[in-house]
């Protein structure tokens, strides 16, 4: 626990002397570099659409306006509201345990975001022991984000894009050791180059359970801020307590997500 708070310290003073606004240089410039003009940039990753059963089956709501989506575009206007009075870009969605719907969080709040068309979001799924948005979003990427961070492929070979605005870097596979690729530093390199090439205004980073082991607190050295996704009837108290309060000691949370909540005449009624 020490070795990894000693580098967590150090990766924070690292990343505030450089500070967000000044990312380090890529060793190399990537093709995206080169490219220059960042609508070329978006509309160069490859198009892909999910279709009505597959946002039926995983409750992905928010792609067009209507009353199932109201409260994720609520939540995408309380979110937005909170990360632009203070300058953020990146947010964190976690929960104390696994199953408590942060992939389904992630993946409306980014298509309630798409719809917004002066908006660029992303989503990158840094759930790297259990990767499920490539299951969300029934596509599954030969290329895998975990590839982009060992810095084996460009993020521009290995993104995908829903509609103009909404970029989604998927990882394919679990990984063997994410808890090393969560806490290494070329990991926040590879993100502060991705946030300077494609300019997102929302960089989404699915990301696991904050009781089961120790990558995410070693990744929100990261982020600008968290959202906690608890779910009604399983998550403890005692559990959303400890885990925001350690989130809190990372970053900023701004807000609780309660999912999956039934108001008692709603139960009763069967709807
Ligand atoms: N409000 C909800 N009502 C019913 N099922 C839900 C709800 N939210 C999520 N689920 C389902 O619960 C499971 C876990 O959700 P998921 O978003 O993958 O959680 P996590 O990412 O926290 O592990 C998925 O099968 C998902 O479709
Ligand atoms: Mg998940």
């Not at 089961?212 to 005692?238: M, S």
């Not at 005449?265 to 709807?271: F, L, R």
């Amino acid at each position: 626990m020490e070795k990894l708070q000693a580098a967590l310290d150090k990766a924070r003073k690292t990343r505030q002397e450089n500070g967000p606004e000044s990312p380090r240089a890529p060793a190399k410039p990537t093709r995206a570099a080169r490219s220059g003009d960042v609508e070329d940039l978006w509309q160069a990753l490859p198009a892909i659409q999910i279709d009505d059963r597959t946002l039926e089956k995983h409750r992905l709501v928010t792609q067009v306006a209507n009353t199932k989506a109201t409260p994720f575009d609520i939540l995408r206007t309380k979110v937005l509201l909170q990360m632009r009075q203070n300058g953020w870009k990146r947010i964190a969605i976690t929960s104390p345990m696994p199953n408590s719907g942060k992939t389904t969080t992630a993946c409306n709040l980014a298509l309630s975001l798409g719809r917004q068309s002066d908006l660029r979001s992303m989503v990158l799924d840094f759930d790297l022991r259990d990767p499920s948005v490539k299951t969300f979003l029934n596509h599954t990427p030969q290329i895998g984000l975990g590839d982009v961070i060992s810095g084996n492929a460009e993020f521009a070979d290995q993104a995908v894009r829903i509609g103009p605005n909404v970029a989604f870097s998927m990882a394919n596979k679990p990984e063997s050791d994410p808890a090393r690729l969560l806490l290494a530093e070329e990991t926040a390199n590879v993100i502060d180059r991705i946030e300077l090439e494609y300019k997102p205004d929302v960089m989404i980073f699915d990301l696991p359970s904050m009781l089961i082991n120790d990558d995410t607190r070693a990744f929100l050295k990261n982020v600008d801020c968290a959202l906690v996704v608890i779910r009604a009837g399983k998550t403890r108290y005692k559990q959303f307590d400890i885990s925001e309060r350690e989130i809190a000691e990372q970053t900023n949370v701004v807000g609780v997500v309660l999912n999956a909540y039934q108001h008692a005449d709603v139960a009763k009624s069967g709807e």
